[in-house]
């Protein structure tokens, strides 16, 4: 085997390997098109396809009415924190938190 079809090879399965993680990217985080809360657009109804973070974070978030399927809507952003619009309350999240929120 020459240098030239060796690298070909390993080209190959690398394009491979690339495809397959952005499939099982796609199929397990709700889509290529999936962003966190705290960069989605003022005002735009989002849903929520993933909740990250430890199962404490994520128990806190559910309880305040942040569950996977819902619409949310951000209503205005002050120094990184975010005001939320949630079944028809207005919650305030940290960046920190809204980065664990994936719409």
Known sequence: MHFFEYSVDKLAVANYNIEWLASANYHLFGGDNMMPLN???IGEPQIIKRIGGSPDVKK???????NIGSEISIVSVLAGNL???VKESRVAVSD???RKIMV
């Open 60 to 66: 806190h978030l559910e309880d305040m009415g942040f």
């Open 39 to 41: 960069l989605a657009d």
């Open 96 to 98: 920190e938190l809204a």
């Open 83 to 85: 005001i939320v619009k």
